[in-house]
Nanobody, 124 residues
Framework: EVQFVESGGGLVQPGGSLRLSCVAS????????MTWVRQTPRKGLEWVSA????????MYTDSVKGRFTISRDNAKNTLYLQMDSLKPDDTAVYYC?????????????????WGQGTQVTVSS
């Protein structure tokens, strides 16, 4: 069964940093593009960053460019998101997902498997 286990979230002050991890299983991770998405009650679900299987094609949503860095370790079936210069608007539950998702038309209902996500709260 496809599974995702997200971790690394927490409470951080504005300007701080966090590193999120996603351990995936149940599919061939090394040949699969991956995406970080986040969810808030206000904005709903939005894509954050996407990376192809070889890590040679990467995209970020405009609001995180220059602050977040996506990476992966195919030997460990793990996806990472380094989050620097965090802002209150980054507060959300962060999830990882299969595929190269880089569209504002992203709909969570099109994906059958989701992890529990990891909560990121940016506040003074």
């Amino acid at each position: 069964e496809v599974q995702f286990v997200e971790s690394g979230g927490g409470l951080v002050q504005p300007g701080g940093s966090l590193r999120l991890s996603c351990v995936a299983s149940g599919f061939t991770f090394s040949s699969t593009a991956m995406t970080w998405v986040r969810q808030t009650p206000r904005k709903g679900l939005e894509w954050v960053s996407a990376i192809n299987s070889a890590s040679d094609f990467i995209m970020y949503t405009d609001s995180v460019k220059g602050r977040f860095t996506i990476s992966r370790d195919n030997a460990k079936n793990t996806l990472y998101l380094q989050m620097d210069s965090l802002k209150p608007d980054d507060t959300a539950v962060y999830y990882c997902q299969k595929g190269f998702i880089a569209t504002e038309d992203f709909k969570g209902a099109n994906y059958a498997h989701w992890g529990q996500g990891t909560q990121v709260t940016v506040s003074s």
